[in-house]
């Protein structure tokens, strides 16, 4: 079965920036639609970013949209979420999520979604 790992997860102070990667097999030929989820203990974990992997049409959460940026290598097998500004409340567990279906049949509910990473934790301290 195709795997997804993440990295780049680790703490920064408000204001700071990391990236996350996600390394997938089979990237293009088993993955149409592409995204970033993140979950905190005890709630529901919830939709970050998405990225349409054949066009690379992105989309974002009210609450990261003009900080975090998702983008991808093809080549390289990758996806990335470039998270800027971080801010106290972006703290979670960062999950990469993917399947074969485009995004365009709905791409910001965890349903959506059939392979999931294990997860890369951010911390960001005020």
């Known amino acids: 079965q195709a795997q997804l790992v993440e990295s780049g997860g680790g703490s920064v102070q408000a204001g700071g920036s990391l990236r996350l990667s996600c390394a997938a097999s089979r990237y293009t030929t088993r993955y149409s639609c592409m995204g970033w989820f993140r979950q905190t203990p005890g709630k529901e974990r919830e939709w970050v970013s998405s990225?349409?992997?054949?066009?690379?049409?992105?989309y974002y959460a009210d609450s990261v949209k003009d900080r975090f940026t998702i983008s991808q290598d093809i080549p390289k097998s990758a996806l990335y979420l470039q998270m800027n500004n971080l801010k106290p409340e972006d703290t979670a567990m960062y999950f990469c999520?993917?399947?074969?279906?485009?995004?365009?049949?709905?791409?910001?509910?965890?349903?959506?979604?059939?392979?999931w990473g294990q997860g890369t934790q951010v911390t960001v301290s005020s």
């Open positions: 990225i349409n992997s054949l066009t690379s049409t992105a």
């Open positions: 999520a993917a399947r074969a279906t485009s995004c365009g049949g709905g791409y910001s509910g965890t349903q959506y979604y059939t392979n």
